[in-house]
């Protein structure tokens, strides 16, 4: 049974992850302040490093938050899909998808000190998508990891492109035609 301790410490850890990640997707990583995210949450700003030991210790707990509400999403319970976009399509409205766009551009410079996170964060991406796509559905003369790469880069790309410009991107629009494309490359051509 937990006690009343434990609740208001798990609650305050919460808090502080849920206004990191906030911030980390607002701000960036580097950009955002222990003081910041304490005013955010409501919440001592010595608390993150009782919670979390340190900001790269933070950014891990926000990362793995963010990551297992993705992965959420892919159950593994659910059945492989025909159609390899079913689970994806959804996750270019995220908002969590706007932190990983955000992390993205901190994350692809040398010495980054969240690209590990990042990397560790698509791999499990793409393992639950290959994992979503039947064998069958692999379009002929390619490859089941290829298609993985290329349909997360694209989810991602597009979200990207709403989030700069989202009156210039239609959303169903481009579900609809890269959904297309996928199915024209895996049907077999006469």
Do not use: C
Not at 27 to 47: H, L, N, P
Not at 111 to 120: E, N
Not at 141 to 146: P, Q, Y
Not at 183 to 189: E, K, M, N, V
């Amino acid at each position: 049974m937990a006690t009343r301790r434990m609740e208001q410490t798990q609650e305050s850890r919460r808090r502080l992850v849920t206004a990191a990640a906030e911030l980390f997707a607002e701000k960036g990583y580097r950009q955002t302040s222990f003081i910041d995210i304490a005013e955010r949450a409501g919440i001592s700003r010595g608390s993150i490093p009782w919670h979390f030991g340190n900001k790269p210790g933070l950014l891990e707990a926000v990362v793995d938050d963010q990551l297992q509400a993705v992965l959420a999403g892919f159950g593994p319970e659910a059945a492989p899909s025909p159609d390899p976009l079913d689970q994806l399509a959804g996750f270019i409205r995220r908002p969590a998808t706007r932190l990983f766009i955000t992390l993205l551009a901190e994350a692809v410079e040398v010495g980054s000190p969240i690209r590990a996170h990042y990397a560790r964060l698509h791999a499990a991406l793409r393992e639950a998508v290959q994992a979503r796509i039947p064998a069958d559905s692999v379009p002929p003369g390619t490859t089941r990891e290829a298609l993985t790469v290329l349909l997360v880069g694209a989810v991602i790309g597009v979200h990207a492109q709403w989030r700069v410009s989202p009156e210039a991107v239609d959303l169903a629009a481009v579900e609809t035609t890269l959904r297309a494309l996928v199915q024209a490359a895996a049907s077999p051509t006469s």
